[in-house]
């Protein structure tokens, strides 16, 4: 199987790349998912509101994850405080499936990608960047939020450097969902010529 992880900061245009890939036949692996599904585990839901209060919590008993946005992208303490209990939990979750067999392309769609530092694991990393401009607009207009509200979460999301990638491609994302579908499709060409390359080898 060829492992492939796609990163980029909120609003970069990411997730559109790795949906394209899926469109293509991809196995996707979406990080946002995996960590509603860590949020919903007692022993996570519990640590959070022990340390952020029962206001985080709704009344089903679930964390409420608009509410404790609205505190962590505020406030980079905060932030250390959810990361240090969401990310081990996701992270185990995240090489679970990663080491698992299988054939194909999978492809994980996670902006925490290198903080986890799983660079030397995969086949290749997409980074996809863009303007603090163009990650507004789009985080507004894809979630409603204000103006004030969007650049809390870009100011919010701290990210290091990929580092360490066997192969590394970058999109630069500052035009429209046409050319960066465009772009994508040009690397999902190399993504297969590995996948070949791969059975080749094997002497499938």
Do not use: C, Y
Not at 30 to 58: H, K, M, N, Q, Y
């Amino acid at each position: 199987m060829v492992r492939i992880g796609v990163t980029g900061r909120m609003g970069s245009g990411k997730s559109t790349v790795a949906r394209r890939f899926q469109e293509k036949g991809a196995s996707l692996v979406d990080g946002d998912t995996l960590g509603w599904e860590a949020l919903r585990l007692p022993e996570v839901r519990d640590a959070i509101a022990a340390s952020f209060g029962p206001g985080v919590i709704d009344r089903d008993g679930h964390v409420d994850r608009a509410r404790l946005g609205r505190v962590v992208f505020r406030d980079p303490a905060a932030m250390e405080r959810l990361n240090a209990i969401v990310q081990p939990v996701l992270l185990r979750r995240v090489r679970e499936i990663l080491e698992a067999p299988g054939n194909g392309v999978l492809v994980l769609d996670a902006a925490m990608l290198p903080v986890w530092r799983l660079e030397p694991d995969l086949d290749g990393v997409i980074e996809v960047v863009a303007s603090d401009e163009a990650r507004v607009r789009r985080i507004r207009a894809a979630r409603g939020f204000t103006d004030q509200e969007a650049r809390e979460r870009i100011q919010g999301q701290k990210l290091p450097p990929v580092r360490g990638a066997r192969r590394q491609w970058r999109i630069e994302n500052e035009g429209d969902r046409s050319e960066l579908t465009r772009r994508a499709d040009a690397i999902w060409e190399e993504i297969e010529s590995l996948g070949r390359a791969g059975r080749s080898g094997s002497g499938a």
